[in-house]
């Protein structure tokens, strides 16, 4: 059941990613895209697997945190199937830490449109 | 972290429902942005787990129809997926099976033989060994059409369905449609009407168009404002319900999300020269 779990390795141990029947990337679901950057507000994180389905809405709820500079997010490459997402803070907090608040608020977001739309369509029977 | 937390309190999305039959339901969904409801609505066309057939092993066609296209048609049709996920765990590509099992595939079979002048050959006559994985019935038609056979014609085959999604094949969506819309009165100029003299005229305002304020005739262009109501109409093609792949493909945006934020766990010390924890706080 769990859908996103890879199932194969490759021979430097990266998990290989089976998205449907696109031919996939290998390598971490998600790495920080190496820069000499020393300022930890900011980042570039490179996305496996993922489009603009979860690309642009996770660029806009990170947008939403006031600690947030910017965030944008990019696809390379048309035939690499990765997102990259940039971001940048006002330095009171990580780009980890804003990545992974912004991780958070859309699983909220969408378990409440989800808890929401069923208890609508209850009531509209 | 101390930032207000903005999912608690000021965009919490609404949603409300227009309409709802056996094959689709309408549905508004405001106070969000178009990122969040154009995510919605990719999820659950492409990424949504259904069952569809993948292989067909013909043993007799003597059909006019050649197998591989009895086996694209075989494809298309929809099998009963709800639930798909407590019965069939896996998609193929997820299964570490060679080519299919229990886990990932379900069986069917469909052996007619004409002895009549003529018969069609319909899912009804597609043969499930599964329960409830098995082609979509209404009681309103009398199956979808296969082919075609004459006296004596015969077809024998054996099919495995497999779990998947749509971004591999089409077969696997459960949407036959989704409408999506927002702004109806293009207030937002996103975008532009081709014209030839009166644009009123020539675009009638959809019927979603009711349900927004018509803009006054001199209105000012507000370049921030941004889209905030977004209209759809969900049409399953019978393999979900409708209000089932809304939900479905809103849980496959939480999967996702969770997948991510596991691996996210251990990456913070690649960030900045010093590692984030002790530079940080
Ligand atoms: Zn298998």
Redesign the interface.
Known sequence: MVMQEPAVQDENGFDTYVNGGVPSTTGPKIEVVASNESDPGAATFCIRDEDHTLGNALRYIIMKNPAVEFCGYSIPHPSEYMVNLRIQTDGSISAVDALHRGLDDLINLTSHISSTFQDKVQAFK | ?N??N???NA???????TG?DQES?S?I?SN??L??A???R??MI??V?TMAIDLVEFENNTSVLTDEFIAHRLGLIPLFSSDV??MI?F?S????CQQYCPSCSVELHLNVKCDQESRSVTSNDLISVHQQIKPITSESDSGILIAKLVKGQEISLRCIAKK??????AKWSPCAAVAFEYDPHNRLRHTTYWVEDDVKSEWPVSKNGELEEEPAEDEPFDYLAKPNKFYYNVETTGALKP?EA??AG????????????K??EG??E???????EE??F
């Open positions: 972290m930032y207000s903005f999912t608690q965009n919490k999305p609404f949603v409300s429902i709802q339901i549905f969904l969000t942005d990122s969040v154009n995510a919605i990719r999820a492409a990424e787990t996920d407590t765990p998609t590509r997820e299964c570490s998947g999604i749509a971004k591999e094949h209000q809304i939900i809103l849980k496959v945006l939480q999967k996702k999300l969770a997948f991510i934020k691996n996210v990456i913070a690649e960030v900045g020269t010093g590692g984030v530079r940080m």
